[in-house]
Structures are given as structure tokens and as C-alpha cells.
């Protein structure tokens, strides 16, 4: 009974030790998605339209009476 659960779990491990590579592509793959989003929301923010909208939301914000 006893190297029936060693043998198992060492092939658990072997298992788990070939999946080490994915990890670190999948990270990389995700501040890849996460930088290509920034720029896109950079992008957006800056475009004329909004930049014009977001100051007249601070115009408003600020000329507020309280």
C-alpha cells in the first residue's frame, strides 16, 4: 500500500514538473494583454474629445458651491 501512494505521487510530481514552462509564458502573455489595454485606454483618454469632456468634468467639479 505504501508504494502504491509513493509511486503515485511521484508521478503527480513528474506530472506538475512539465507544466513549470507554462507558467511563465502564460504570465507573459498576460501583461502583454494588460500593456496592449493601457495603451488602448491611453489612447482613448487623450484623444481631443474626451480630454475635452474630462475637463469640463473638473470645471463643473471645481466651480461647484458647497
Excluded: C, H, P, W
Aim: proline share 0%; aromatic share 6%.
Amino acid at each position: 500500500m505504501y508504494e502504491k501512494v509513493r509511486a503515485r505521487l511521484r508521478a503527480l510530481a513528474a506530472r506538475m514538473r512539465r507544466d513549470a514552462g507554462m507558467v511563465t509564458s502564460e504570465y507573459a502573455m498576460g501583461i502583454i494583454a494588460a500593456v496592449a489595454f493601457a495603451v488602448l485606454l491611453y489612447e482613448v483618454v487623450t484623444s481631443g474629445q474626451v480630454k475635452t469632456e474630462l475637463q469640463n468634468i473638473v470645471k463643473r467639479a471645481l466651480s461647484a458651491r458647497m
